[in-house]
């Protein structure tokens, strides 16, 4: 919670407030609003992603989360791993 706000940058509540519906589990992948990207402005992504509790994986979609971040073009999203959710690779364009 606290720790993660002041040490991974970003504005993590306003993600929660302005985020919320582009990462919940329930419905389709949506394009995030501007103001859900300005809350992730400056935020350091994989820091999120290491103190990501699974009370809070039980309440979002990582891979939603991902693709919000992707979009947003938010720095330092990892690759490997956020949380307990394993990173499928980029798929190959053919």
């Known amino acids: 919670g ?3 706000q002041s040490e991974c940058g970003g504005n993590l509540s306003g993600f ?3 985020c919320r519906r582009y990462v919940e589990k329930e419905g389709p992948k949506t394009q995030p609003s501007k103001a859900c990207c300005d809350a992730l ?3 350091d ?3 999120y992603c290491k103190y990501l509790t699974s ?3 039980d309440t979002i979609s990582i891979e939603k989360a991902l693709y919000v971040a992707r979009t947003c073009q938010v720095k330092n ?3 490997d791993k956020c949380g307990s ?3 499928p ?3 190959r364009k053919v």
């Open 2 to 4: 606290i720790y993660a």
């Open 16 to 18: 929660v407030i302005q």
């Open 41 to 43: 402005k400056g935020a």
């Open 45 to 47: 992504f994989s820091c």
């Open 55 to 57: 009370s809070v994986e």
């Open 77 to 79: 999203i990892p690759t």
């Open 85 to 87: 959710y394993t990173i």
């Open 89 to 91: 690779p980029p798929a």
